[in-house]
């Protein structure tokens, strides 16, 4: 039986693109060969990149204006390292909502001198900061739109002067928003658009070649632009998975139509768990709430046994809450169904008719 997966990450895919992929696998295009084994320079695997990176800036409205799509190597945490190698010349500004945040805080003080210019770690990330002030004269402003682990999500975004640098891993082709406002955006594949083992990056061409160092041609995102996004031997079972499931959004009616089933998810969720008394959301300002992963916890614990054997006997998994934080995380990521949601909704209240 097919599991209710509400995985954090690697996240949950569609079936059409798990079945496609499962045929690849076996015989790619008709060619005989294994999607694993091709070539990466093929005409057919060419084709795939291509159609990959076009389908990831027609989904977010940026084909023609000055964006470049490229999949790469090493996950969200590289890129940590290469926006501030490519980006920053002398101070930066980063808002910091979280673990990831403060890990791309870490990594670009060896680049340059980073402002911390908002931090909602006084209250241990449970909302998102506002009304705070950007100096003139940074390199660029970093925020992470979606704070996977406490499960707060920016719904507006700051409108700085310097370029806008944005960490989409867990919400990236979650919404329609207008993705204009940033001048970099980059996303791990395993939550929203394929599986572990590939990036996405959305740069604009005109905020690159701005720095004095000498960049390292692997690290440098020109190098990759003028390579198609082939510097190097891509991850090309992830870019497969990964277009077949920019293709799914496409077919679905795209951003505007995924939207509004993630909404619908994630509100039936939250209204249960602000109506029954067993409960306890991670965060309480509606406003910051996370559409993509929502935390929670019992508010007692003498319950937690009865409530994961009722998790256990109805198939759901994945629901644990990350290390650092505890209770629960309900990842409701593009491919997973209502159905599941509202499955997870009633075991609540069977719980609560249980006490």
Not at 17 to 25: E, F
Not at 84 to 92: C, D, G, M, T
Not at 240 to 245: A, F, G, Q, V
Not at 326 to 351: C, D, H, W
């Amino acid at each position: 039986m097919k599991k209710h997966n509400f995985s954090a990450g690697p996240g949950i895919l569609p079936s059409e693109v798990l079945k496609q992929a499962s045929s690849a696998v076996l015989n790619f295009k008709n060619t005989g060969l294994s999607v694993l084994e091709i070539s990466h320079r093929s005409k057919e695997f060419v084709t795939v990149m291509e159609k990959a990176r076009r389908l990831a800036l027609e989904l977010t409205e940026l084909e023609n204006k000055g964006y470049q799509a490229l999949f790469m190597h090493g996950g969200a945490s590289f890129q940590f390292v290469q926006v501030a190698q490519n980006l920053l010349e002398r101070k930066a500004a980063y808002i910091n909502t979280g673990t990831w945040a403060s890990k791309a805080i870490q990594e670009a003080r060896f680049f340059g001198e980073v402002l911390e210019v908002a931090s909602s770690k006084d209250q241990k990330f449970t909302y998102i900061p506002k009304g705070f002030d950007i100096p003139a004269g940074m390199s660029y402003v970093h925020c992470t739109s979606n704070n996977t682990i406490y499960g707060t999500q920016f719904k507006k975004f700051p409108k700085p002067t310097a370029p806008l640098v944005c960490d989409m891993s867990s919400d990236i082709f979650s919404r329609a928003i207008d993705y204009s406002q940033f001048d970099l955006i980059y996303a791990g594949a395993q939550k929203n658009m394929g599986p572990a083992g590939t990036t996405l990056v959305i740069v604009k061409e005109n905020i690159l070649g701005n720095v004095s160092r000498a960049i390292p041609k692997y690290m440098n995102y020109k190098q990759h632009i003028d390579k198609e996004s082939m510097y190097n031997t891509p991850s090309v079972f992830a870019v497969y998975c990964s277009m077949l499931t920019l293709e799914w959004i496409k077919n679905k009616g795209g951003l505007t139509t995924i939207e509004k089933e993630n909404n619908r998810k994630a509100s039936l969720l939250y209204e249960e768990l602000d109506a029954n008394e067993l409960f306890v959301p991670n965060i309480s300002i509606q406003e910051d709430r996370s559409m993509m992963n929502v935390t929670f916890k019992l508010k007692d614990d003498y319950h937690k046994d009865v409530f994961e054997s009722l998790l256990a006997e109805s198939g759901i998994s994945g629901l644990n809450g990350h290390r650092s934080v505890g209770g629960y995380r309900a990842s409701i990521y593009n491919a997973l169904p209502f159905e599941s949601v509202k499955l997870l909704t009633e075991i609540m209240q069977q719980l609560k008719n249980k006490v």
